[in-house]
């Protein structure tokens, strides 16, 4: 079964690349750009692996990350956060509300491709 993942990233150019990229390694795509959107189609699409930008429009993405945990149904939904925020007090932030990992931006497709397939047990 195809693997779905759900980009939620407002940057035109890091969703082109990121939605490239993932539907190339065969990953069913959804793109999202606020974090509003991004809880809708968490419920609707149920991605397996949500790319989650911090920095998003409407909701940010720390907020959006806690309230997936919150709900028991999405528990196994894998969560790699993308943001320009490297400082540790943010990662520390991201993963303590339930981010599986933590990439900083700019980041390389290869060390982001690493990552995916390693939460989705595909490597």
Known sequence: ????????????????????LMEHCGYEVRVVHNGNE????????????ILLDVMLPLRNGFD?????????????????????????IEVAKGLALGADAYVTKPFGTKELL????KLLDEE
């Not at 991004?38 to 692996?49: H, N, Y």
């Not at 997936?68 to 969560?79: G, L």
């Not at 690493?114 to 397939?117: A, L």
Request: with cysteine; hydrophobic share 45%.
């Open 1 to 20: 079964m195809t693997k779905k993942v759900l980009i939620a990233d407002d940057e035109p150019n890091i969703v082109i690349s990121l939605e490239f």
């Open 38 to 49: 991004a809880l809708q189609q968490v419920e609707t699409f149920k991605p397996d692996l």
């Open 114 to 117: 690493e990552q995916v397939r």
């Open 64 to 88: 959006v990350c806690r309230k997936i945990r919150e709900n028991i149904a999405f528990q196994a939904t894998k969560i790699i956060m993308l943001t320009a925020k490297g400082r540790d």
